[in-house]
């Protein structure tokens, strides 16, 4: 009971980190889709991303600490990395692309 407890109580601390996405960001918030990976931005600024480069596979979870531009890092405190975003979410013909990492993303859920 002990462990549940702490779980509960770790996650809610976590998820106090996190910060909406500003005003101007919005447009990243959705469930984004690409060559073996998925990336999906909440707008209070949590993220969930999941990659696989041959028999390795990195999955993040974590807050927005910020955005430099179009990239933004994710993480806890010192704890952190980059997604750089050569093309920000933009449509075409209704749908919603963005390229991170250099992998081209499309949205198969947008903004929610």
């Known amino acids: 009971m002990l462990k549940l407890w702490w779980l509960v109580m ?3 601390v976590l998820a106090a980190c996190s910060k909406p996405l500003p005003a101007d960001k919005q447009a990243y918030a959705g469930d984004w889709r690409g060559d073996n990976m998925t990336l999906r931005i909440q707008p209070d600024g949590l993220i969930s991303y999941e990659r696989i480069e041959g028999n390795t596979t990195t ?3 974590a807050p927005i600490q910020s955005f ?5 890092s994710v ?3 010192p704890i952190s990395t980059i997604f750089e975003v050569s093309q920000p979410p933009h449509q075409i013909d209704g749908v919603w692309f ?3 990492d250099g992998v081209e993303l499309s949205a198969f859920s947008h903004s929610y």
């Open 59 to 61: 999955k993040i979870n």
């Open 10 to 12: 770790m996650t809610a």
């Open 68 to 72: 430099d531009g179009d990239h933004f």
């Open 75 to 77: 993480g806890y405190g």
């Open 98 to 100: 963005m390229t991170v």
